[in-house]
Each structure stands twice: as structure tokens, then as C-alpha cells.
């Protein structure tokens, strides 16, 4: 595999992965919320549930997508009506700057995991990849290389977050955050259904 081939993958993995989504969003709110340790498990359920879900359309599942194109409209649906839940469910979070096991609500990580599949940005990097790299030796080093660029970029929003709890350092700055977060999270998974409806 050629150098030129190496950096497309990795270029490609790294801009997918770190440029804002709804994963990423939720990431920096519970890691503000929660703290980064207490986050981990939900980076580590969306970059291993990613990962499978792009090793499933690297072998296979995009031909079933090609048989069954209605397939994906309704995963839109669904991933709308969950990104909606978890933005109602940040917006309406207690908002404590102290970090008791009996008051928070960590994000799981059977949650990071079902939203990458349910999530849309997620289908579009893997059929997008996919695409790109055909051959069964490519898409394995390119699933690899996506593996660590994946956990390493989420990995950031999380320790972002840990930057953010500087400034939101009230009770009521953190609600305010909460809110906006939750919000934007349930905006874009309008805008998303708004669009596709309109196509």
C-alpha cells in the first residue's frame, strides 16, 4: 500500500471523526457534566459500535442497503427520534458541579454504541470509506487505522470538555449549558429529518 493511499485513510478517518456531530456533542456535555473518566465508556461504545458498523458495510451490508434501499429511511427515523431523546434527556439533566455516584447520569456505553448505529453521519463515513477503499487488504488497514483515529478524536471532545468546566463553573451556567447542548442536539436532528424530506 502506497504512502499517498496511508494518508488518504488517515486524512479521511480524522476529519470524519473529529468535525462536530451529535456523538461528539454528547461526549463534551457528559464529560462536563460527569467528568472524562466517567465518560469513557460511552467513547468506547461509539467507537467500537462505528467500527462494526463499518466492517459490516465493508462486507456486506452495503449490498443488502443496494437491495433494500428503503432500509435507511427508516433509519433516519429512528436515529431521529433517539438523537431527540438524548437531547431532551441532557437538556432536562441535573445540573450539579458536584460528582456523586448517586446523582449523576453517565451516559453508557451500550448508548455510545447504538447511536453511532442509529446515527446518519456514522452510515455516511462508512459507505463513504467503503467506497474509497475497496479490497479486502485496504479496508482492513483502513478499519484499523479508523479504529485508533476514532478513539483518539473522541477522546479529545471528552478532554474539551474537561477544559470547559473552567468557565461553567455555576450551577446555573452549567443548566444554561445543558439546555443549549440539549437543544442544539435536538435541532440538528430536525434539520436532518427536515432535509431529507425535502429531497
Not at 427515523?77 to 450539579?96: E, L, P, Q, R, T
Request: include cysteine; proline fraction near 2%.
Amino acid at each position: 500500500m502506497s504512502l499517498t493511499i496511508f494518508l488518504s485513510m488517515l486524512l479521511f478517518s480524522l476529519v470524519m471523526s473529529i468535525s462536530p456531530g451529535p456523538v461528539n456533542m454528547m461526549i463534551v456535555t457528559s464529560s462536563i457534566n460527569n467528568g472524562f473518566k466517567n465518560t469513557f465508556a460511552f467513547i468506547s461504545g461509539a467507537t467500537i459500535g462505528f467500527t462494526l458498523l463499518l466492517i459490516s458495510i465493508g462486507f456486506g451490508l452495503s449490498e443488502i442497503l443496494n437491495i433494500y434501499p428503503s432500509f435507511l429511511s427508516y433509519l433516519e427515523f429512528f436515529g431521529f427520534s433517539f438523537i431527540v431523546y438524548m437531547g431532551y434527556k441532557i437538556a432536562s439533566s441535573d445540573s450539579s458541579l458536584e460528582i456523586k455516584d448517586e446523582n449523576k447520569r453517565n451516559l453508557r456505553f451500550y448508548e455510545g454504541f447504538l447511536l453511532q448505529w442509529l446515527n446518519p453521519k456514522a452510515w455516511i463515513a462508512s459507505l463513504s470509506g467503503v467506497s474509497m477503499f475497496t479490497g479486502n487488504e485496504k479496508l482492513l488497514i483502513f478499519v484499523f487505522i479508523y479504529f485508533i483515529v476514532c478513539y483518539l478524536s473522541l477522546s479529545f471532545w471528552g478532554y474539551l470538555g474537561l477544559y470547559f468546566t473552567k468557565f461553567l463553573n455555576t450551577h446555573n451556567k452549567l443548566k444554561i449549558f445543558n439546555i443549549i447542548m440539549g437543544s442544539i442536539l435536538i435541532l440538528s436532528a430536525v434539520i436532518m429529518i427536515l432535509s431529507n424530506l425535502l429531497h
